[in-house]
Each structure stands twice: as structure tokens, then as C-alpha cells.
């Protein structure tokens, strides 16, 4: 079974430049190398364009990575291709804000587009 979809809906107010802002308090997904769970807050921000993505399905999708193994830098840059890839905004944002681990904190940002 793979991933869930990231659903949308109309943005109604396009035209207007405003931010969305999302935390996923309760991330998890496993270390791909040792299985042991990762937690972290996840925070989305993005500027819809024509669309915006539906929160329930957000919540399905944050949640089938549970039983996912996948780095840190891979998840927070996956989930921000995928939102990129189902609303197309006009900017995202997505950190990765991962809690302590073998006595090391992890925070990863990625964006869209890229600033570089």
C-alpha cells in the first residue's frame, strides 16, 4: 500500500498573497538504520496559489510514515516535493524540528523554490 494522497481544494481568495501555517506536533517515522522511532514537530508553511492542500488528508499522509525508515534531510525534503507537487504554491517551507537522539539534535529546513 503506498502513501496516502495529498488532496486539495479551491484557494478563494487568489490573488490575495497570504501564508498558511500548519504543525504536525506528533511526527514519526523510524530510523532507516537502526528501527528505532523518530519524533519530531513538523511545521509547513506555505503561500497557496490556485490551491490549497485539505487537512485531512495532510493528516493521513503524515501518518504513513510511521512505519516509514527514512533520514531526517530525506522526510523534511520529501514532504515539502510532495506538497510542491499537489497545490504548487508560490512559496513552502518545511521544517523538520526532530527531538534529541544519541545525545544529538537534528533541524531540517527545506524551500520552495529553492533560494539558492
Given at each position: 500500500m503506498g502513501q496516502p494522497k495529498?488532496?486539495?481544494f479551491k484557494n478563494q481568495y487568489?490573488?490575495?498573497?497570504?501564508?498558511?501555517?500548519i504543525t504536525?506536533?506528533?511526527?514519526?517515522?523510524?530510523?532507516?538504520?537502526?528501527?528505532?522511532p523518530d519524533f519530531a514537530v513538523i511545521k509547513i508553511k506555505y503561500v497557496p496559489d490556485e490551491l490549497c492542500i485539505?487537512?485531512?488528508s495532510l493528516k493521513l499522509y503524515m501518518f504513513s510514515?510511521?512505519?516509514?525508515g527514512q533520514f531526517h534531510e530525506h522526510v523534511t525534503n520529501k514532504i515539502l516535493d510532495d506538497i510542491v507537487e499537489a497545490c504548487r504554491p508560490i512559496r513552502a517551507e518545511v521544517i523538520g524540528d526532530f527531538n534529541v537522539?544519541?545525545?544529538?539534535k537534528t533541524v531540517v529546513k527545506a524551500t520552495y523554490p529553492d533560494r539558492r
Open positions: 495529498l488532496e486539495t487568489r490573488g490575495r498573497e497570504y501564508e498558511i501555517e504536525c506536533p506528533e511526527f514519526t517515522c523510524l530510523c532507516p538504520r537502526t528501527g528505532q485539505e487537512l485531512k510514515y510511521r512505519d516509514t537522539r544519541g545525545g544529538i
